[in-house]
């Protein structure tokens, strides 16, 4: 029988030349000695009938044919590594790389341990997580999915998929310190009247968004908003939480994040009847016709850990 004219080595040996330049550095690529890598060259063309490589003593350059087998060298030498993936995670055994997005203070405090668990559970898996306050273009930068805080609102939100994982509030309150002077506002409206402390943290430029403060009441579902003002603001989260626990104002915080605070007595929810509804803790991904088994089974982890929203004051999981 005769053997075929290109294996999947053949494909990792051209792209290499092609990719270094040179036969040596194709050779450091693929940790082999020159020599091999010029008679597997020579070889492979004989039995293609095609040059794919012009080389001299000072330099080598793809042929019209070699660009041909680049071209879908890639594509071939991906769909190996993919059939391969598929195929260990149909033996219950999840392999490879997740790639996550996910904003700081949401990503260090729950989400990071519970990626933690998961990869423990798995060990054959690898995760990547970028922290950041720009949500990327999931798609484009090779991203499975986000765990997001807010709306998605960028142009190509319409070619995503989105779960909630769980809700969250974002709650008013202030220390003990900063009522003892100013005195408990009795009212939304009297918030107006308080030191305010801002946080625009979603990449928003238009400044005016964070000041307007659209709080629900929790009984009746009514909305009230109020344009609030304050000398301290920050594109930090931590920093307006660390600046309400010394005494200088009020804040709106995701109770994921000022829980223990809040149990503590650090804080003290200020007006809580009232809450804006807006920070659900969301999984948004690219669309793809069919999404990986581990991609599903840690979003499946994920919603698992969060359902309960384990933040809230007298849960155990609060931390």
Not at 229 to 252: F, P
Request: glycine share 8%; with cysteine.
């Amino acid at each position: 029988m005769n053997s075929p004219l290109m294996d999947r080595g053949d494909l990792a040996l051209v792209l290499a030349i092609r990719d270094q330049g040179s036969l040596a550095g194709a050779a450091d690529t693929l940790d082999v000695v020159p020599s091999v890598i010029t008679k597997r060259l020579g070889a492979l063309e004989v039995r293609l009938g095609q040059r794919l490589f012009d080389r001299t003593t000072r330099r080598l350059s793809v042929t019209a044919e070699g660009e041909a087998v680049c071209l879908h060298a890639k594509t071939l030498l991906e769909g190996f590594a993919a059939l391969e993936s598929e195929l260990g995670e149909r033996q219950n055994e999840l392999v490879g790389t997740i790639r996550l997005a996910a904003t700081f203070g949401f990503g260090r405090r729950w989400l990071g341990p519970a990626l933690a668990t998961f990869q423990t559970r798995h060990p054959a898996l690898q995760i990547e997580l970028l922290l950041t306050e720009q949500l990327p273009d999931l798609g484009a930068e090779g991203y499975d999915g986000a765990i997001w805080l807010w709306a998605v609102q960028q142009p190509r939100a319409a070619d995503w998929v989105t779960r909630r994982i769980a809700r969250n509030q974002r709650v008013l309150a202030a220390s003990p310190d900063y009522l003892a002077r100013r005195g408990m506002p009795a009212t939304v409206e009297a918030l107006a009247l308080h030191d305010c402390l801002v946080a625009r943290e979603n990449g928003e430029v238009n400044q005016r968004q964070f000041t307007l403060w659209s709080l629900r009441h929790a009984r009746d579902g009514s909305t009230a908003r109020v344009r609030v003002q304050g000398r301290l603001a920050s594109n930090s989260g931590e920093m307006v939480r660390d600046w309400c626990l010394a005494g200088h104002g009020v804040m709106l915080r995701s109770l994921w994040d000022i829980a223990p605070q809040l149990a503590s007595g650090e804080l003290v929810r200020v007006l809580p009847q009232y809450a804006m509804a807006d920070a659900d803790i969301h999984w948004v991904a690219p669309w793809r016709p069919k999404t990986p088994r581990r991609v599903r089974l840690l979003v499946d982890h994920l919603a698992e850990q969060f359902r309960a929203e384990p933040w809230k004051p007298g849960k155990a999981g609060a931390r």
